[in-house]
């Protein structure tokens, strides 16, 4: 027992050094692609399901290395503060856009963009949201802000401040990953919140998981009582759709309504779409 006692420890040892490395690579691929200017965004179609209308993007983050997804490089970016830089540009790449579609004639698509924990603990960020859409001339709801619990939590009155003033200039708050943390619902109803998101790690089973159907349901439910809208993310088949459009939950977003799309793909989408 003390031999494989040893033998594991060694194993750990070993991918934790390899973990470390590895988190290093990413950190330079970080700051190699901040400094090309190589990020780029995709927009993801949030729809209504009743009427199939799009009712918002999500704006989601890309960078050259297709092996390595946000899920791995956003949590280096914030552990070295580089998410700071990426989210300033992001907001304005998003603003950008906005008024690019605009400009080509297409209806208001407010965008969604997500913040780390990190960009909010800078105490200007809500300032810096409002000049950001000013300098692009764009409506003050024509972005949104995803935010999750985690990132809430941190500092609460911090983040009811600025997730107050943002709303009360009409950016939509979007809380993320509806049902993963682990805040009370007393809080939530606390929040100065527009929208929830449920999680895709309980609306991806719903067909067939009588657990997940409870949750969401149950989520739905709250959404409704706390007069909040509900999207619920990661849809991948007509029948995920159908089972909460039957309960009761007004919007989706996932790969069965449309995949993350370069801007210009999202358009020639739109348009397609609009068409037939
Ligand atoms: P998220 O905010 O929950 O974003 C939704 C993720 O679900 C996206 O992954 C999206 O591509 C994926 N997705 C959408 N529909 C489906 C579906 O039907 N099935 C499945 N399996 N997945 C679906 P992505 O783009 O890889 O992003 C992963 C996470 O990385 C995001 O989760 C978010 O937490 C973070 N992230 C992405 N972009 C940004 C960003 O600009 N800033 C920050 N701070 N985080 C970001
Ligand atoms: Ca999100
Ligand atoms: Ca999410
Ligand atoms: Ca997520």
């Known amino acids: 027992a003390k031999q494989a006692g040893r033998n594991n420890f060694q194993f750990y040892s070993a991918a934790c050094a390899a973990g470390a490395r590895q988190q290093i690579a990413i950190e330079q691929q970080l700051k190699a692609a901040l400094h090309d200017r190589a990020f780029h965004l995709c927009y993801q179609p949030v729809v209504d399901i009743e009427s199939g209308e799009v009712v918002s993007a999500e704006a989601l983050l890309r960078w050259p290395n297709r092996d390595i997804g946000p899920d791995r490089f956003v949590p280096v970016a914030e552990a070295t503060g580089i998410i700071n830089p990426i989210g300033r540009w992001l907001l304005r790449e998003a603003s950008r856009q906005y008024r690019r579609w605009q400009d080509h004639g297409l209806p208001s698509i407010p965008i969604a963009v997500n913040v780390s924990v990190v960009e909010f603990r800078d105490r200007d960020f809500a300032g810096r949201f409002e000049r950001t859409m000013r300098e692009y001339g764009i409506d003050t709801d024509a972005l ?12 609460v009155d911090h983040a009811v401040a600025i997730l ?5 200039l009409g950016v939509k708050i979007l809380l993320d990953d509806f049902g993963t943390g682990h805040s009370s619902l007393a809080y939530l109803a606390r929040l ?16 067939h998981d009588v657990a997940s159907q409870a949750v969401t349901n ?22 995920v759709l ?30 397609q779409r609009a068409q037939g």
């Open 144 to 155: 949104q802000l995803e935010v999750t619990e985690t990132a809430i939590m941190d500092d």
């Open 164 to 168: 107050s003033r943002l709303k009360a």
């Open 218 to 239: 149950a989520m739905i439910a709250l959404g409704r009582t706390l007069d909040l809208e509900v999207v619920a993310e990661g849809v991948e088949s007509k029948s």
């Open 242 to 271: 159908d089972y909460i459009g039957a309960h009761g939950c007004k919007q989706a977003q996932g790969f069965y309504l449309g995949r993350p799309m370069p801007g210009e793909e999202f358009e020639v989408w739109y348009r």
């Open 192 to 207: 100065p919140l527009n929208k929830v998101k449920i999680d895709r790690s309980f609306v991806a089973p719903l067909t």
